[in-house]
Nanobody, 125 residues
Framework: DVQLQASGGGLVQAGDSLRLSCVASGLTFDDYSMAWFRQAPGKEREFVSAFRWSGGTTRYADSVKGRFTISRDIAKNTLYLQMNSLKPEDTAVYYC??????????????????WGQGTQVTVSS
């Protein structure tokens, strides 16, 4: 069945960079979209970035535009999130998700049924 495995988080200083990875199994990725969300303690899960597998369309939250880049490796069934110029406000558990919903609703975490386990990103000031 469908499974996602996220990795790449860590403890860094403000201004540093990290690259997160999400490896998918049990899918062909045809007509699917994948996305990164994050969740800080006591807060709701927040949209970060999404990638439509067919066509390569991307979308970013305003808070990360110009700093984060989402990409994929089709041969490895892997989604990446390159995070540059990290800020303390980026501190959260980062999750990758997969959905078949329409692109206009891609930022709604309640529409996702498949999630990775999450990876912790901590940015010190």
């Amino acid at each position: 069945d469908v499974q996602l495995q996220a990795s790449g988080g860590g403890l860094v200083q403000a201004g540093d960079s990290l690259r997160l990875s999400c490896v998918a199994s049990g899918l062909t990725f045809d007509d699917y979209s994948m996305a990164w969300f994050r969740q800080a303690p006591g807060k709701e899960r927040e949209f970060v970035s999404a990638f439509r597998w067919s066509g390569g369309t991307t979308r970013y939250a305003d808070s990360v535009k110009g700093r984060f880049t989402i990409s994929r490796d089709i041969a490895k069934n892997t989604l990446y999130l390159q995070m540059n110029s990290l800020k303390p406000e980026d501190t959260a558990v980062y999750y990758c998700g997969l959905t078949r919903i329409v692109w206009s609703e891609i930022a709604n975490h309640k529409q996702y049924n498949v999630w990775g386990q999450g990876t912790q990103v901590t940015v010190s000031s």
